[in-house]
């Protein structure tokens, strides 16, 4: 299959971000977990103690799929859930060192693609481009978490 015609400014954009996500996605398979345990891990990693429900937010996604997938990784050891004192009803969420370990470098990772998907650039044109695209997008409205 030959790869889509890059005809726009927009679809080049679209390519960019397309190259950042899958170097991404290479990173996290490389660690045997997809997108979504590796992204609850991360936020368990910087927010120890975190209820379920809260999970479910931040992932948009249901109870009962948040306690499918922390079983999973409370299966391969890297998230522990404890009842908290005085509330059996209660379970805070925590990465275990293992799992904060299999997640850490994560930036580094993102980063480092960037440096390698910006390397046809040299810094002016870097930064010619950077005040391009903070122009381009102060006039959108800003993504929200709801």
Known sequence: MDAPELTTTLDLVRWIGWAQRRAGEDWVRSRGL?????????????????????????????????????????????VERRTEPGDERSKRVHATPE????VAGFASAVAAADDTILAPLDPAERDSLHALLQKVTAALPRPTRD
Do not use: D, M
């Not at 429900?53 to 996604?61: S, V, Y």
């Open 99 to 102: 799992g904060a370990e299999l």
């Open 34 to 78: 997809s997108h979504e345990q590796a992204f609850v891990l991360g936020y368990l990693a910087q927010h120890p103690g975190t209820i379920q429900r809260e999970i479910a937010a931040i992932t948009r996604t249901s109870a009962a799929s948040v306690s499918s997938l922390l079983k999973g990784l409370e299966a391969r050891g890297l």
